[in-house]
């Protein structure tokens, strides 16, 4: 009987070692979101589905390293990231702006990484949009997952037709076939796109409001690791490590913008 009670004990505490060795090797590991629903040059992933490069694995690859940490990259559905980062499943997602998440204060944000402009792509021959009015009874191609402040009234009010797809790639294709009337994208994977071989004869309009900002949103499930990333996407933007990476994805010289 005492060597059964013996025994158990032993298993208890090394189930006990085993957890705590567990949670120490997670915490040395950044798990970040990167869905394949962000365009290059944002996300680029490799002929098997993994991230190869872009400009998010730029600036995590980064963080990692100057907040000591490993990384694992979880390619999760836009419409997941939220639940993930709330439960603590994922530690980090970037690109998200408060105003684009329903409960902005269930994260931690980052410092703003740089502002980018919402597109209204066409074909070049039809008329620009310049204001909402131009948009009636469009049907406009959106990204499944992600959220349009400017128009999720006219949007639900069904006066502008959304039109989900997966890539920027599938709507511009759905756009030059004439299944669409618009593309609404963001300035940098657009002229990236369209710079690297991209197909169609389109024009761009900007949209009227000013370019938001973008940030990291950080899960508040561990405080200390929160702390931590906090203080390394400080060090990232202030020593214009993201501004870099920027211009060499629109192909800009350091000597033009500095």
Known sequence: MRFIL???????????????????????????????????????FDS??????????????????VSQLDIQYLDLPRARIESWLES??????????????????LYIWSPPL?????????????????????????????TRGFTYPELEQVFSLGDVIRDDAHSLQSNLKRLEQGRLDVVMSVDLSYYFFM???GLGNFSA??????????YCAISRYNPQL???????????????FINRQLRRYKGETAEATD
């Open 114 to 142: 740089f502002a980018t402009q919402q597109l209204f792509i066409r074909r070049a021959d039809s008329p620009p949009i310049k204001a909402l009015p131009d948009l009636a009874g469009k049907r406009v191609g959106t």
């Open 226 to 240: 929160a702390a931590r990333l906090v203080r390394g996407l400080n060090m990232l933007v202030a020593n214009k």
């Open 48 to 65: 098997s589905g993994a991230l190869s490069a872009g400009l998010s694995k730029d600036i995590l690859d980064a963080l990692a390293l």
């Open 88 to 105: 603590g499943q994922a530690d980090i997602a970037c690109f998200l702006n408060p105003d684009w998440v329903a409960t902005p204060s």
């Open 195 to 197: 710079n690297n071989g």
């Open 205 to 214: 309009d900007p949209i009227w409001s000013a370019p938001p900002s973008v």
């Open 6 to 44: 013996r025994q158990r004990i032993r298993l208890l505490l090394l189930f006990s070692i085993v957890g705590c060795a567990a949670v120490a090797s997670e915490r040395n590991t950044l798990r970040a979101v990167v869905s394949d629903s962000n365009t290059p040059p944002y996300a680029i």
